[in-house]
């Protein structure tokens, strides 16, 4: 993120403004993440990721999982309610927090540089790149390419408008942006579509919206 961005990040988590963390495992994740048959002990990247459950699903399943979050009390919060006490100690410009096979880099994702991640197999991007505005994701996507291996997957799962889709002629079909965003540097691969409904909060008295989860896997170009 920009500092403005940073910023007003940083102030979500001191407000507790954190409707977006999800309090369950993604339930792609048991589903889907099998599909992509990795060794166990493979290292797995989360970027922008919170204090997400995913990581100790992740670990679970014998990963070595690194994340990497802005907020230090997002991380605190990870392993205090999680029952985890890390080591903390510093790593070039970030604050380096680990327990078992999870690692939280606190710290800017755009400071990144390949040696603090190693080798990488997959990237699981849950909500990181539909967090950042949309002027920042293509720097996002530009620089995740620049730390990861070309060898690395991506298991990108997004939240899209139904009816916007629709409009677009995009429900099946592999997004704009994320065509935009991928297309040049990775083979993608639109594997599951699936319907949600929301409500809105402040409006219960509307009807429910349609929504999309997709889930999509990218394997770079390079590496074919």
Same mark, same amino acid.
């Given at each position: 993120?920009?500092?403005?961005?940073n910023?007003?990040?940083l102030? @979500?988590w001191?407000?507790?403004?954190?409707?977006?963390?999800?309090?369950?495992?993604n339930?792609?994740?048991p589903?889907?993440?099998?599909?992509?048959d990795?060794?166990?002990?493979s290292r797995?990247f989360?970027?922008?990721?919170?204090?997400?459950?995913d990581?100790?699903?992740?670990?679970?399943?014998?990963?070595?999982?690194?994340?990497?979050?802005?907020?230090p009390?997002?991380?605190?919060?990870?392993?205090r309610?999680?029952?985890?006490?890390?080591n903390?100690?510093?790593v070039?410009?970030?604050?380096l927090?680990?327990h078992?096979? $999870?690692? $939280?880099? @606190?710290?800017?994702?755009?400071?990144l540089?390949?040696?603090?991640?190693?080798?990488? +197999?997959?990237v699981?991007?849950?909500?990181?790149?539909?967090a950042?505005?949309e002027?920042?994701?293509?720097?996002y996507?530009?620089?995740? @390419?620049?730390i990861?291996?070309?060898t690395?997957? $991506?298991?990108?799962?997004?939240?899209?408008?139904?009816?916007?889709?629709?409009t677009?002629?995009?429900?099946?079909?592999?997004?704009?942006?994320i065509?935009?965003?991928?297309?040049?540097?990775?083979?993608?691969?639109?594997?599951? $579509?699936?319907?949600?409904? +929301?409500?809105?909060?402040?409006?219960?008295?509307?009807?429910?919206?349609?929504?999309? @989860?997709?889930?999509?896997r990218?394997?770079?170009?390079?590496a074919?």
């Amino acid at each position: 993120m920009q500092s403005r961005d940073n910023v007003l990040w940083l102030q @979500c988590w001191r407000d507790r403004q954190i409707d977006f963390h999800q309090q369950t495992i993604n339930e792609f994740l048991p589903r889907f993440w099998p599909r992509l048959d990795l060794a166990s002990g493979s290292r797995v990247f989360v970027p922008l990721c919170g204090k997400s459950l995913d990581m100790i699903w992740l670990a679970e399943q014998g990963h070595q999982v690194i994340g990497v979050e802005l907020s230090p009390i997002a991380v605190a919060d990870f392993f205090r309610e999680n029952g985890l006490k890390p080591n903390r100690r510093r790593v070039n410009q970030f604050t380096l927090w680990q327990h078992g096979r $999870i690692s $939280i880099l @606190c710290g800017d994702y755009f400071a990144l540089k390949p040696a603090d991640l190693g080798e990488i +197999e997959t990237v699981y991007d849950r909500a990181a790149l539909t967090a950042l505005p949309e002027d920042i994701r293509k720097q996002y996507v530009s620089h995740l @390419c620049k730390i990861v291996p070309d060898t690395s997957e $991506i298991f990108l799962l997004t939240t899209e408008d139904a009816a916007e889709n629709e409009t677009l002629g995009e429900s099946l079909e592999i997004g704009e942006e994320i065509t935009a965003l991928y297309s040049q540097n990775f083979r993608i691969d639109l594997t599951h $579509i699936e319907s949600i409904f +929301e409500l809105d909060p402040d409006s219960p008295d509307r009807p429910a919206t349609r929504a999309e @989860c997709k889930l999509y896997r990218l394997s770079n170009r390079a590496a074919a």
